[in-house]
């Protein structure tokens, strides 16, 4: 096993650890919870240079890789959704934005988890008829703000918990709680735009291999 895939590795293991720290009573694990998702983000981009530019492509990684990206997106949308379903109590994890609370819809869930289901599948099938789908710059920058979402909510349920704890309030803490949900909401918005659009791409370039 080379580094690359090892980092894979590294990843597939930390999702579940990613998955339930947020639910943890404490702002310090929340926290952690927020540092090993940047952690788990930088090495999915630091394993796939390493693996092209040093030529580290192994048929493991092949493998490996994609389910990382999958397990992490699950292992951090799900409880975002779950942990943001709350509306109008003092615990709600929802963002707070000028313009009120706004948290992850059951739709945009429903939305990005079945866009990566499905080119998971169509890729499969593509590949089996001599096709290799390559990702799209469209799909590049989905994963980017994906990212930079996740890491918004994940910093954001520690902040939060923090706040409560040591009572925090006035208009510092309100600027960075609406720059956070801006940042937050903005992001996602975005995310699903290029989920849909980024689909759309795919099946317009490569759904004649289908047919």
Do not use: C
Not at 9 to 32: C, E, G, K, M, N
Not at 49 to 62: P, S
Not at 118 to 131: I, S
């Amino acid at each position: 096993m080379n580094l690359p895939n090892a980092l894979t590795l590294v990843r597939i293991i930390a999702a579940p650890l990613i998955a339930l720290l947020p639910f943890a009573p404490t702002w310090q694990l929340r926290l952690a919870a927020f540092v090993v998702y940047v952690l788990a983000a930088i090495t999915d981009y630091w394993d796939g240079a390493l693996a092209r530019t040093r030529n580290m492509i192994t048929d493991l990684g092949k493998l490996l890789d994609p389910l990382a990206d999958k397990l992490l997106l699950l292992s951090t949308l799900v409880p975002i959704y779950l942990l943001q379903a709350g509306h109008g109590t003092v615990l709600s994890m929802r963002f707070m934005t000028p313009w009120g609370d706004a948290g992850l819809p059951l739709w945009v869930l429903i939305v990005v988890l079945g866009r990566e289901l499905f080119m998971t599948l169509f890729r499969q099938a593509a590949a089996r008829k001599g096709t290799i789908i390559a990702a799209l710059g469209a799909g590049k920058w989905k994963t980017a703000l994906q990212s930079v979402w996740v890491g918004s909510a994940y910093f954001w349920f520690a902040a939060k918990t923090a706040a409560f704890h040591y009572m925090w309030g006035g208009p510092v803490w309100h600027s960075f709680a609406y720059f956070n949900g801006i940042v937050g909401v903005v992001t996602m918005t975005v995310a699903v735009a290029l989920t849909v659009y980024s689909l759309a791409v795919y099946l317009r370039r490569y759904g004649r291999v289908m047919a």
